[in-house]
């Protein structure tokens, strides 16, 4: 086999690994809402700390590459991974499950930017739209399979084992790095590393997210506005570093291009959307409405359809449409999945299920895949690493804003009317009642994405697709 396309498999394992692991969980929340008697803003932080530790690490990926070697980084990275994947199976209590949590995202943070880098360096332009299409099939194949098979695993041997099957899912990527991967360095030499920035930036995002995590509870609202406020400012503190340092840990100005500006935000905005809307789906369809782990994770495969119909459309007519009608498309079809969600008031609906989620991944991930296809067009080779260590901590934000805000709403609104336990049969009609609404207050927040995505430059896109 060839030198590239190991390193390609490595790469693509390490990604599913990651991926499952993302979307594996939510279907085990439930039964982790019980075994610690917490509520819903409290087990949003199980997935927050997830992607909170993610994003944190990813900045540190190129200058770790260049200073360690990627074959070293990846394989650290993947034990890093392993250790809070065998932690969080084991926590006795949810803060301890949330540490662990926070560290397998430390560990898997750079699974994905530094493989990408690894790969993508070793094919031709022309030969990247392949690789793309391979990549995009493994990132659609983690989230229609993950869920199904964690609801067998939550049903049969609980929720623990959700996450001890990370344990021989990295074994295998972990193996074949340590026997395909050559120890290469930069040749470019290592510049400071940005501490400042870096703590900055970390201590930022962690302030915002508890502090939107804790305005969702009445008893601690003052702590949770103090916090939010304290995080703006450090992010502005970080904005005036980023503006001084000659080499930040992000250069912020990329963000004046409006491409890559605009693609970011759409992603914020419809994916993000999605992944709050999907913690939020699951609670309501396993608490409420009875339906087993199983068969609401089954609900990813209809939603993975949708997905793949929309990477077909894509790929076969981005060239030719430009972003514009996609972006398009892809709201209008998620703000109907949600509208479906919102009909939805018994287990036994699930052809309307079905298509909720089956509209949901298409719209979704036309979003998703044309966002993505228009934000480097305008960006120059020397600052694609750059760009990218943007976008992907703008897909993580993403995640976590989506389930933090929506858990928080649920939350609020569960409060609101008195309900307790929306679990109990006394509470079941008013607790559908606060679902619902959720899910079409999501259904309204796509029409800031339509509004965004009828403002894309369509024709100067296309002028930039027909250059040779």
Partial sequence: MEYRKRVAAVYLLGFFVDLVNLFIGNVAFPDIALAFRCDVAALAWVSTAYILGLTVVIPLGNWLAAAYGGKRVFIASLLLFMAGSLGAGLAGSLAQLIAWRALQGLGGGLLIPLGQTMTYRLYQPAERPGLTALILLVGQLAPALSPAVGGLIVDSLGWRWVFFLNLPLAALPLLLACLWLRDERESLPVGRLDWAGLLLGSLALLAVLQGLSELAQPQTWLRGGVALLAGLGLAAAYVRHARRWPQPILRLELLREPLLRSAMLMYLLVPGVFMGVSLVAMLYLQQVLGLAAASAGMLMLPWSLGAFSAISLTGRRYRHWGPRPLLLAGA???????????????????????????????????????????????????????????????????????????????????????????????????????????????AACMLLPLWLGGRIGNRAVLQLLRQP
């Fill in 332 to 442: 209008l079809a998620q703000a109907l999945g949600f509208l479906l969600l919102w009909r939805v008031s018994a287990a036994a609906q699930m052809p309307l299920l079905a298509a909720a989620y089956l509209l949901m991944g298409l719209g979704g991930t036309l979003c998703s895949s044309a966002s993505q296809s228009t934000a480097f067009l305008r960006v120059a080779p020397e600052r694609m690493g750059e760009a990218s260590a943007l976008w992907n901590i703008n897909r993580q934000v993403s995640f976590c804003l989506g389930m933090v805000a929506l858990s928080m709403l649920l939350n609020l609104l569960l409060a609101w009317r008195g309900v307790v336990d929306p679990a109990q049969p006394a509470w079941r009609e008013a607790a559908t009642e606060v679902f619902h609404l959720c899910f079409l207050v999501a």
